[in-house]
């Protein structure tokens, strides 16, 4: 069966800083990787996904993610957080054959300092 | 806005209550997601429609049960409830089961008093 670790539960940035929020996932074949977020009160928006193919993939709101399959981990980036930027943080793997539902991380928070 | 409507947005009942969650795909969608989400078990997967037909379970309880209808807007019914059903209900569509992208609503928060 698939599952998904996100090593930190709260991370604390200032603001203009770096993120790198970790994910890694164990899965036995080729894996669907997604990061969502989620906003206070809000519903997931999803950020990113890699299906294939070129393994830095660029998503909305200036965040990327890295797929390194020797390492099992789907790391998502952002050179500057932004104020806004605080939230919610979900990795999820697809398992093909498990119904194609979403396999959740147990989520990383995310809190920027001024 | 992904698109996906749910109903309500706030549910406050009392244990051994029934209540039904509504959740509208986005336009063109087929495949319908149930998620919950709660404190101590995160985000987990209750069910799966997809045109109609369920097509796969998860962690979903007997006291559970959903639907998708033919206009494909699905219902999730919870029976019996217990304080531990409290919790943010999504919902989530795709054009089709696999790797076509889920997107979620808002979510239902049910409070089981």
């Given at each position: 069966?698939?599952?998904?670790?996100?090593?930190d539960i709260?991370?604390?940035?200032?603001?203009?800083?770096?993120?790198e929020?970790r994910c890694?996932?164990?899965?036995?074949?080729?894996p669907?990787?997604?990061w969502?977020?989620?906003?206070p009160?809000?519903g997931?928006?999803?950020?990113?996904k890699?299906?294939?193919g070129?393994?830095?993939?660029?998503?909305?709101?200036g965040?990327?993610a890295e797929?390194k399959?020797?390492?099992?981990?789907?790391?998502?980036r952002?050179?500057s957080?932004?104020w806004?930027?605080a939230?919610e943080?979900?990795?999820a793997?697809v398992?093909?054959?498990?119904?194609?539902m979403l396999?959740f991380?147990?989520?990383?928070?995310?809190?920027?300092?001024? | 806005?992904s698109?996906v409507?749910?109903?309500?947005?706030?549910?406050?009942?009392?244990t051994g209550?029934r209540v039904?969650?509504?959740c509208?795909p986005?336009?063109?969608?087929l495949s319908?997601y149930?998620y919950?989400q709660?404190l101590?078990?995160?985000?987990q997967?209750?069910i799966?429609?997809y045109?109609g037909?369920?097509?796969?379970?998860?962690?979903?309880?007997?006291?559970?049960s959903?639907?998708q209808?033919?206009?494909l807007h699905?219902?999730?019914n919870?029976?019996?409830?217990e304080?531990?059903?409290?919790a943010?209900?999504?919902c989530?569509?795709?054009?089709r089961?696999?790797t076509d992208?889920?997107?979620f609503?808002?979510?239902?928060?049910?409070?089981?008093l």
């Amino acid at each position: 069966a698939q599952s998904v670790t996100q090593p930190d539960i709260h991370i604390t940035v200032s603001e203009g800083a770096s993120l790198e929020l970790r994910c890694n996932y164990s899965y036995g074949a080729t894996p669907y990787l997604f990061w969502y977020v989620q906003s206070p009160g809000q519903g997931l928006q999803l950020l990113l996904k890699y299906f294939s193919g070129d393994t830095l993939v660029q998503g909305i709101k200036g965040f990327e993610a890295e797929f390194k399959r020797s390492q099992s981990s789907f790391n998502l980036r952002k050179p500057s957080v932004h104020w806004s930027d605080a939230a919610e943080y979900f990795c999820a793997v697809v398992g093909l054959e498990a119904g194609n539902m979403l396999t959740f991380g147990g989520g990383t928070r995310l809190m920027v300092k001024p | 806005d992904s698109g996906v409507t749910q109903t309500p947005k706030h549910l406050i009942t009392a244990t051994g209550q029934r209540v039904t969650l509504r959740c509208s795909p986005r336009s063109g969608d087929l495949s319908v997601y149930w998620y919950q989400q709660s404190l101590d078990q995160g985000l987990q997967f209750l069910i799966q429609y997809y045109n109609g037909e369920e097509r796969a379970k998860g962690n979903i309880l007997e006291r559970f049960s959903a639907q998708q209808f033919p206009d494909l807007h699905s219902e999730l019914n919870l029976s019996s409830l217990e304080l531990g059903d409290s919790a943010l209900y999504f919902c989530a569509s795709s054009l089709r089961p696999g790797t076509d992208t889920q997107y979620f609503g808002p979510g239902t928060r049910l409070t089981v008093l």
